[in-house]
């Protein structure tokens, strides 16, 4: 018998002393079943980021010999120690000199969050003008659009380097830039939450002189805020772990992100599993803090998406 085995014993210990206890209230009973199985289900879901966090400050040598931390009593500096952080921050000599960690962060944060502002700005762009303008052949433009959300990116992978090579944009942030500037699915999105803001307030804005482009800022974007924050915070993430992009477009090693920096430590010349999970728990911080930011913009967002039509 295990742990495991004993906990959800003690689990099935408790549910039935509470239901012996308040016999004519089952439903309380049932209530604290609930809590406990949502309880089991968080603990298993959360157990691998635990896992991770025990692993980048256990010793390279004892990595693999416990499961998560080691014994208290077996703490020591051979055991528990910043070993691994330490190794992640020194300076790593390249063909460029010498090239910090902190620079892979600097790049990862600035190329996300460059490709979040510009693809928010067009694809909203985009959505306003689909939901709020008649133009000819705007049915089909929404079908080409769809349409296109079947084709799987890797396909246009090939075509796409070609491109990026003949406008000399090979070895530069502007070749993950650029072909991402406009999200087809944020476009469908915004389209989604902005054909439900009524007409008149579009027509009121007009008759008080607004410009198009002050509708679009001043009435529009407040209004689908939810939505934008929802769409950032995918985006944002979207490019935060894109390896593919980079690892095929960045030829320095100064100007990589951290999924190709982070794959460097468990490749064909290299395996420092303690150093690769100490980066990989600091790469998971900046999206979490996003996320706790935007968590109610997150919800609200998908869930007003997903009513409207």
């Not at 239901?19 to 004519?24: T, V």
């Not at 949502?38 to 635990?50: D, G, N, T, Y």
């Not at 055991?79 to 952080?85: D, G, H, I, R």
């Not at 407040?222 to 593919?244: D, E, H, K, Q, Y």
Request: aromatic share 16%; glycine share 6%; hydrophobic share 55%.
């Amino acid at each position: 018998m295990n742990g495991i085995h004993i906990f959800l014993l003690c689990l099935a210990g408790i549910f039935v002393l509470l239901f012996a206890a308040r016999p004519k209230r089952p439903q309380t009973a049932f209530t604290y079943l609930k809590y406990i199985v949502l309880i089991l289900i968080a603990s298993v879901v959360l157990a691998p980021f635990f896992w991770l966090l025990c692993s980048a400050f256990k010793d390279p040598n004892v990595l693999m010999k416990y499961t998560f931390l080691p014994k208290f009593s077996e703490w020591s500096k051979a055991t528990v120690n910043l070993k691994n952080f330490i190794e992640l921050f020194k300076s790593q000599p390249t063909m460029e000199g010498k090239v910090y960690f902190w620079q892979y962060i600097i790049n990862s944060l600035f190329l996300a969050s460059i490709t979040t502002i510009i693809q928010m700005f067009f694809s909203s762009m985009g959505g306003y003008a689909l939901a709020k303008y008649d133009f000819r052949g705007k049915k089909f433009v929404m079908f080409f659009m769809l349409a296109s959300m079947m084709i799987p990116p890797i396909v246009l992978l090939a075509p796409v380097y070609k491109l990026i090579v003949n406008i000399g944009l090979m070895d530069t942030y502007w070749a993950l830039i650029v072909p991402g500037a406009c999200s087809v699915f944020g476009m469908f999105l915004f389209r989604q939450a902005i054909v439900g803001i009524p007409n008149d307030l579009i027509e009121a804005g007009r008759i008080d002189g607004c410009s198009e482009f002050s509708i679009y800022m001043s009435l529009i974007m407040p209004l689908v805020r939810p939505m934008t924050g929802a769409f950032c915070l995918v985006t944002f993430l979207g490019s935060w772990n894109n390896f593919l992009g980079p690892q095929v477009y960045i030829n320095a090693q100064s100007k990589l992100t951290l999924p190709v920096v982070l794959n460097q430590y468990v490749g064909v010349y290299a395996n420092q599993y303690g150093v690769f999970l100490a980066g990989t728990l600091l790469a998971i911080i900046p999206p979490a803090i996003l996320f706790f930011c935007l968590q109610k913009e997150f919800i609200s967002g998908l869930s007003s998406g997903a009513v409207k039509g």
